[in-house]
T-cell receptor, first 111, second 118 residues
Framework: DQQVKQNSPSLSVQEGRISILNCDYTNSMFDYFLWYKKYPAEGPTFLIS?????DKNEDGRFTVFLNKSAKHLSLHIVPSQPGDSAVYFCAAIDGGFKTIFGAGTRLFVKA | DVKVTQSSRYLVKRTGEKVFLECVQDMDHENMFWYRQDPGLGLRLIYF?????MKEKGDIPEGYSVSREKKERFSLILESASTNQTSMYLC?????WGQGLSGANVLTFGAGSRLTVL
């Protein structure tokens, strides 16, 4: 049973527009939520995180929103750029350092 | 500037062979992890280690074992490879809990080892 779910396998967005990637989770005890980005032939790299006591965290073009009552988080990328095309993994930390990942969403940003 | 190095990028093995996947990190991290990545399933945790000679089972440990004799090195072992172990294997490391960015334990990944078992 997946504790972290990304229901959209792929998303296509025009350059300059907003990309919204969604993630749902089932365990209300998660401490932190993170997003990782993965390019082909490379390992995932950390993008942005949010504590479970916050509802928003922003870093440049990237903003993560957390809705604890809905057990839902989202990653907004504004404006989207072709270099943002990658697979994005939602992740949650359980018990300190065990990280649980979603299945990933492949983002295509069209020039 | 490579911080987590996985020794083999691509391997092809036969069913029943013993397979070693090596991972080395140079960041003096306490925690090390092995994940496998499969389409539609994301990254699933196989084993992790929070100290030298310590290991804990992840979510899918069956068919795998690990070794951590030195802090910087974490090895994944497939005692008898099977076709359902064909996958991308990712090694990662992280500092002690609480020392990461904003308290979150951020993972640094290697580039991955793609294993094909025939």
């Amino acid at each position: 049973d997946q504790q972290v779910k990304q229901n959209s396998p792929s998303l296509s967005v025009q350059e300059g527009r907003i990309s919204i990637l969604n993630c749902d989770y089932t365990n209300s005890m998660f401490d932190y939520f993170l997003w990782y980005k993965k390019y082909p032939a490379e390992g995932p790299t950390f993008l942005i995180s949010i504590s479970s006591i916050k509802d928003k965290n922003e870093d440049g073009r990237f903003t993560v929103f957390l809705n604890k009552s809905a057990k839902h988080l989202s990653l907004h990328i504004v404006p989207s750029q072709p270099g943002d095309s990658a697979v994005y993994f939602c992740a949650a930390i359980d018990g300190g350092f065990k990280t649980i990942f979603g299945a990933g969403t492949r983002l295509f940003v069209k020039a | 500037d490579v911080k987590v190095t996985q020794s083999s990028r691509y391997l092809v093995k036969r069913t029943g062979e013993k397979v070693f996947l090596e991972c080395v990190q140079d960041m003096d991290h306490e925690n090390m992890f092995w994940y496998r990545q499969d389409p539609g399933l994301g990254l699933r945790l196989i084993y992790f280690s929070y100290d030298v000679k310590m290991k804990e089972k992840g979510d899918i440990p069956e068919g795998y074992s690990v070794s951590r004799e030195k802090k910087e090195r974490f090895s994944l072992i497939l005692e008898s490879a099977s076709t359902n172990q064909t996958s991308m294997y990712l090694c990662a490391s992280s500092p002690s809990w609480g020392q990461g960015l904003s308290g979150a334990n951020v993972l640094t990944f290697g580039a991955g080892s793609r294993l094909t078992v025939l």
